[in-house]
C-alpha cells in the first residue's frame, strides 16, 4: 500500500542522509583508529541502503509485470 512504500522511502532518504552528516562532521584530522571506525560504520549504512534500494527495484519490477 502507498503509506508502506512512502515509509520505505522515507527510511532510504535518512539513511542517505545520516551517512552523509556522519561524512560532514569529520572534518577534522582524523586519526586511524577514528579513520577505520567510522569506513566500518559507513560501509555498513551502504549495504543496508544499497539491499533498499534493490527491494525497491524488484518490488517496481513486479509492479510493472
Known amino acids: ?3 508502506q512504500e512512502i515509509n ?7 539513511m542517505v ?3 552523509y552528516s ?3 562532521g569529520h572534518n577534522e584530522t582524523l586519526s586511524k583508529r577514528a579513520l577505520i571506525d567510522m569506513l ?3 560501509s555498513l ?6 539491499n533498499h534500494i534493490s527491494d ?3 518490488k517496481l519490477k513486479q509492479s510493472v509485470n
Do not use: C, P, Q, V
Request: hydrophobic fraction near 30%.
Open 40 to 42: 566500518k560504520h559507513l
Open 8 to 14: 520505505r522511502l522515507e527510511k532510504i532518504k535518512n
Open 45 to 50: 549504512d551502504i549495504e543496508e541502503i544499497t
Open 1 to 3: 500500500d502507498m503509506k
Open 56 to 58: 525497491e527495484i524488484n
Open 22 to 24: 556522519y561524512t560532514e
Open 17 to 19: 542522509f545520516r551517512m
